[in-house]
């Protein structure tokens, strides 16, 4: 085996998969032909065209009206009623009846109260002495009414590397003054992070189903984009796109997120994405920012919410066994025999500073033994990453360019820097 001496190469080459190129031609316009009509023509067009139109208008009025009354009872007023779902004595429930612009209108009402502003303070020692203050701004949500928050993890980022911090939390219903917030715990992996405030009766937001969700489905994001000064804003969009493997540029992981074309904008990270009953469906996290991009944003689905934040809660902040990298499902034992390569874990994305990035592992490596186990597939991978304990020094040993090289790397923590 050779020494640890990496270069630039990757498994995935593009001679390991065929291309198709397609050509598309837009056929030029016929010119139309001119044609002369006499008066008699003329005249019955017109009486034609005003049957259909009124026809069409009938129609349009009795759909429109059709739907006004089936869409959840939609009401000029939207009408606010308590109820306690999910044992939350704060929950409400949107009830609609007769017709309204917008049931936006009553999510937003519903919603507002349970997102939250979140403001965070650094402060960093100077190299010659004293220290500087750098702050954040993002959104959060009210999970239980006894004060636990969820947010994203890029939001307070740097306020856990500064040696003083303040994360600050400001409710819809007083922006002038704050609650001080405690970091519960937090999940690198998939970009969330738990805040806890000491207050009680606060409004939670109600959770759907994300794993029912459809495309074309009309969705509301709330949140604070540009700040405090922008807190409570709405947008709204549809569902665009399901299962979405987007690589996080916070942690360089992807992961599975919901694609909508509601505005989501800096500050909005960690607030609200809701269905039309004013529930969440994910938790707003990042968008593509780019010229020839718009209306590309993306959430964490709700089910992943409650499973990573459950967990956070639980734990209180318990160490997982972490090595900052993502694996590919794609690779199985059978595709990589049949692309000649040798069985093993194909390397997705490598965590920017992470352990497995420190100790030299690339995005394309093979994976084909773990502290001493041969690696046959990525669950095997995951398997023994799980016996690991924060701290335990492992070797690896890689595939990568026709050469299999020896690593060691050091086991962090999912929940810590």
Known sequence: ME????????????????????????????????KKYGIKTIILCGVISALVAAIISATVSSALIARSVNQNNVNNTPQINSTQPNSNPQSTTIEISGTVESAIEAVAQKVNPSVVGIITTAATNSFFGGSTETQGEGSGIIYTTDGYIITNYHVIKDALNSATTKIEVYLSSNSESSYSA????????????????????????????????????????????????????????????????????????????????????????????????????????????????????????????????????????????????????????????????????????VVNNGPAAKSGIRSGDIIVEYNSVAITDYNVLTEEIA????GDTVTVKIYRSGKYYSTSIKVGSNNSQ
């Open 182 to 349: 405690n970091v519960v715990g937090y999940n690198i992996s998939y970009d969330l992070a738990v805040l806890k405030i000491n207050a009680n009766g606060l409004t939670a937001i109600d959770l759907a189903d994300s794993d029912s969700l459809k495309v074309g489905q009309f969705v509301a994001a709330v949140g604070s984009p540009g700040g405090l000064q922008f807190m409570g804003s709405v947008t709204y969009g549809i569902i665009s796109g399901l299962n979405r493997i987007v690589s996080d540029s916070y942690n360089g992981s992807p992961v599975e997120l919901i694609q909508t074309d509601a505005a989501i904008n800096p500050g909005n990270s960690g607030g609200a994405l809701v269905n039309t009953k004013g529930q969440l469906i994910g938790v707003n996290s990042s968008k593509i920012a780019a010229t020839d991009y718009e209306g590309m944003g993306f959430a964490i689905p709700s089910n992943t919410v409650k499973e990573i934040c459950n967990s956070i809660i639980e734990k209180e902040n318990d160490p997982n066994p972490y090595i900052g990298i993502t694996i590919s499902e794609k690779y199985t034992a059978e595709l990589l025999e049949k692309l000649n390569y040798p069985v093993g874990a194909v390397v997705l994305n």
């Open 3 to 34: 020494d640890f001496n990496f270069n630039n190469d990757n498994i995935v080459n593009d001679s390991d998969f065929e291309k198709t190129e397609y050509n598309f031609v837009v056929p030029e316009p016929k010119k139309p032909k001119t």
């Open 387 to 390: 016996k690991c304990s924060p």
